[in-house]
């Protein structure tokens, strides 16, 4: 009788555990690519991919060939690491997130920002200069915002970041 009830315990437990498994993960993968974070997060990260999917499928290739990871971070950094893997600030999110209608359009511009980089990197055409490599990966975000049928609002954001040179400024 001991033995069954042992048995049952360890069956329930076992069961629990199998089924809560990915209840508190906080990671998903979208072909290849890891996405960790909050659920929020992996939605937003998620619904930026699909949009590049649909709309911009060989820079969709691109993201997904080039970052092995992007998460949520708590630092300051907001950037593509050698490593292959994309910390998105929580102030850079957040920002993203105030977009309301045209976050999902921001979201993937802004991985295919850094996507672009990790290709430059991963292809050997990095050049290290900071300035040449963001008017790049800026002219990239422009030609696919056409692509996704961006928002004019998302269009406007490009045209000044663009026209700023934001990169020349240290920001």
């Not at 009830?5 to 089924?19: D, G, H, N, P, S």
């Not at 970052?67 to 920002?95: C, M, P, R």
């Not at 309301?100 to 920002?113: E, P």
């Not at 996507?115 to 200069?129: I, P």
Request: net charge negative; glycine share 6%.
């Amino acid at each position: 009788m001991k033995k069954i009830i042992l048995i049952t315990l360890a069956l329930i437990v076992f069961f629990a555990m199998a089924t809560g498994a990915g209840y508190n993960d906080k990671t998903i993968k979208v072909d290849g690519l890891k996405i960790q974070g909050p659920k929020q997060f992996r939605e937003d990260i998620a619904e930026g991919l699909d949009l590049l999917r649909d709309k911009a499928p060989e820079y969709y290739d691109m993201v997904v060939k080039n970052i092995k990871k992007v998460y949520l971070s708590d630092g300051d950094f907001n950037g593509w690491y050698f490593d292959k893997t994309f910390s998105f600030t929580q102030e850079a999110y957040e920002s993203r997130q105030q977009q309301s209608t045209s976050k999902v359009y921001y979201i993937a511009l802004t991985l295919v920002h850094e996507g672009y980089h990790l290709c430059r990197y991963n292809e050997g055409k990095w050049t290290s200069n900071v300035e040449k490599e963001e008017w790049l990966a800026v002219q990239t975000e422009k030609e696919v915002a056409k692509l996704i049928d961006a928002p004019q609002d998302v269009k406007n954001w490009l045209e000044i970041k663009f026209d700023t040179r934001y990169w020349e400024q240290g920001n």
